[in-house]
């Protein structure tokens, strides 16, 4: 049966670059007539000619199978990749260190033939908005977890493991600790400068499950900012159909990046959320919310005159008042569950600070299972709090028996993460897999209990937004009360 869709779009895709079917065929490897072949149907290019092909068009792989442009066009996807490569060089310097070089690469191998770098340059212009100190937009997601996405402004999370950096003279000191770079101490460089202390050690693997289907991004924003993030969604994607799903409750909307499969829609049409987004769910969609609290950190800026990104977060002070245990008003640590849990964990670093939301969106994480190590005298840094912590486990347990590889650990993290070990137990070849790379006991009575485990990547962000709201809280308290306290 002749695969006419394919055909058709293959040509299409030629016509544009303006390449006859010889060229085309030279160019990949193949003749004129095995070209002649895909484009009326009669057949299709073997896998291992599919990516030299994508990269030939300038498409990509999941694009070119899918007979569709998922966003963007090909002069965006090629624009963003020679962004993403200066971006490199200008926060590392011309020669960046190894550890970036090689994280960079890596990434780029598992994104190229995907369209999730178009993403994630819409989510740097929207970083850009929020950057003039007129609101708050704030995306949810393990975005964090790529490096990709932080040189190209996507996210202020930066996954390396922890390392001091100067933004001086580009000076690159990885430490190895089992920490995050923020709890690194203050550092001056040898140019003279203060060395930024970041680096949290996020696997790229962690976003690896998302990455080969459409994306979905939720984005929460202050409500002055909504119409600019709402038009940079229609001029991030300007060369596909936007259509825009709305609640019947207000305070968000739903837009489902299309191709020209819908000719009954038309381009910025409304339309109702429930009938429509089953149909329209496999589309990449961006949601974006309004946040009354993002307004509120507005005008905490407004009234002390200091931008969030301004604030000092990790002073001294400032993690001191987190262990008071007065968090309220204070995102994620301000529930009586939050509370609670750092009064029986006594954090002692942020990295331990950074467990406690994992600890809280998991489901059988805490209760039964981490409680209770915490009680044998286990400290909440070695809990397993999030997929990152199963990854890096048995991840570490695989290098030091075999020397290479991430496959068992993605294998052991996927069904941890989803309830897998707790709903169906773990069988005797696994068993056997965890007694032989000396997997600990603890370890796989916890992954027996979890139903679910949080991403580590969403979480960082929110507690870099509560350190930075407790700065404020112990610089201003009067301003903070009037501000974020008011009612609660």
């Known amino acids: 049966m002749r695969d006419y869709e394919f055909g058709n779009f293959l040509r ?11 060229q085309l065929g030279m160019l990949v490897g193949v003749s004129d007539k095995a070209v002649s072949k895909w484009e009326n149907g009669s057949s299709k290019p073997q896998s291992r000619i599919l990516h030299r092909l994508s990269e030939v068009l300038g498409i990509t792989v999941d694009e070119l199978l899918a007979c569709k442009y998922y966003a963007g ?9 020679e962004r993403a490569s200066r971006a490199l060089s200008g926060i590392y310097g011309e020669v960046p260190p190894m550890e970036a070089v090689n994280r960079y690469f890596t990434e780029y191998e598992e994104l190229k033939d995907t369209g999730h770098i178009r993403y994630f340059g819409f989510l740097g212009r929207l970083a850009g908005l929020s950057g003039r100190g007129e609101g708050h937009i704030q ?21 390396l493991s922890p390392h001091y950096y100067c ?13 995050c770079g923020w709890d690194l101490p203050p550092k001056k460089c040898s140019c003279g400068g203060e060395m930024i202390r970041d680096g949290h050690n996020l696997p790229f693997e962690m976003l690896r499950p998302t990455i080969r289907r459409a994306p979905h991004y939720d984005v929460s924003v202050s409500a002055n900012l909504f119409r600019a993030a709402e038009e940079t969604v ?8 936007v259509v825009i799903l709305t609640k019947e409750e207000p305070g968000s909307r739903t837009y489902i990046i299309l191709d020209e499969k819908y000719p009954d829609l038309k381009n910025g049409q409304t339309l109702p959320f429930r009938e429509y987004y089953d149909r329209l769910r496999v589309y990449p969609a961006i949601t974006l919310i309004r946040n009354e609290e993002l307004d509120a950190w507005k005008k905490l800026e407004e ?7 301004d604030v000092p977060f990790l002073d001294k002070k400032v993690f001191e008042t987190f262990l008071g245990g007065d968090t309220r008003g204070i995102p994620e640590f301000g529930t009586e569950f939050a509370r609670t849990l750092m009064a029986q964990c006594t954090p002692a670093s942020v990295h331990d600070l950074i467990q406690i939301p994992g600890l809280c969106h998991g489901t059988g994480v805490w209760e039964k299972n981490g409680q209770a190590l915490v009680s044998a005298g286990r400290s909440i840094g070695t809990l397993v709090a999030y997929r990152d912590d199963v990854f890096r486990y048995i991840q570490d347990k695989v290098v030091r028996h075999s020397g290479s590889g991430s496959g068992f650990a993605c294998h052991v ?7 897998k070990y707790a709903r169906d137990g773990i069988s005797e070849e696994e068993r056997r897999q965890f007694l032989a790379l000396g997997v600990e006991e603890w370890f796989v009575e916890c992954l027996e209990k979890i139903r679910y485990l949080f991403p580590k990547a969403h979480s960082i962000p929110y507690v870099k937004q509560a350190l930075t709201l407790m700065w404020y ?13 008011k009612g609660k």
């Open 73 to 81: 066009g090909f002069a965006m996807t090629k624009t963003l990749w």
């Open 139 to 159: 995306p949810h997601g393990g975005v964090g977890a790529s490096f990709i996405a932080y040189i190209l402004g996507a996210t202020g999370i930066n996954p």
């Open 303 to 309: 009234e002390t005159g200091i931008l969030f990104e």
């Open 167 to 179: 933004p001086c003279c580009h000076m690159f000191w990885p430490v190895n600790v089992p920490l």
């Open 234 to 241: 229609f001029s991030s994607f300007q060369e596909n159909k």
């Open 473 to 485: 809280r112990v610089s201003y308290p009067e301003t903070f009360g009037k501000i974020i306290l």
């Open 413 to 419: 993290t996927e069904k941890a993460g989803r309830g």
């Open 12 to 22: 299409e895709l030629r016509a544009r670059r303006g390449l006859s079917q010889f």
